[in-house]
């Protein structure tokens, strides 16, 4: 954002309205429950001479509330980005992990897709467990970021 005098004016803090924070920590919770009782019910469930991943009645519901907060996720983040993106660009100190969780969003949005919607046995497999490594990281680095944005507005 320009100021009066034509330079970037950066505010003080950057942090996300409470509803909008609390939707994305919600959708990311519930990504992360569902995807990993998905992980638990068709690896680890299975019995050792079902393939992998093994049918299970509630795989479909899981991958199902799994979609269904993908997609709240993704909007809530993109309102997220609208300003939150743009004005803690100019914060340099929070660029690498913002960035960090910006890759890990993208990974995990191609992954998803490509997985859900490719034919080709070699490509599911190869993009389920980068969706999952990703899956995996993106909490963390959401931790980070969070912890790392409540240090640089004091």
Do not use: K
């Not at 660009?89 to 897709?113: D, E, I, K, N």
């Amino acid at each position: 954002m320009r100021g009066p005098t034509g330079r970037v004016h950066v505010r003080s803090h950057n942090r996300l309205p409470r509803s909008l924070r609390r939707t994305i920590y919600a959708a990311i919770g519930a990504l992360v429950l569902s995807g990993l009782g998905w992980l638990l019910v068709t690896y680890l469930l299975a019995s050792p001479d079902e393939p992998r991943p093994a049918p299970h009645p509630w795989a479909g519901t899981l991958l199902m509330a799994h979609g269904v907060a993908a997609y709240i996720g993704l909007f809530a983040c993109a309102l997220a980005g609208h300003a939150h993106i743009r004005v803690g660009w100019h914060t340099t100190r929070m660029r690498p992990v913002g960035t960090l969780l910006l890759v890990a969003l993208a990974l995990l949005t191609t992954t998803g897709l490509v997985f859900y919607y490719s034919g080709n046995d070699q490509v599911v497999e190869v993009s389920r467990w980068a969706h999952v490594a990703a899956g995996v990281v993106l909490p963390l680095v959401l931790l980070v970021h969070i912890l790392a944005g409540r240090g640089s507005g004091r």
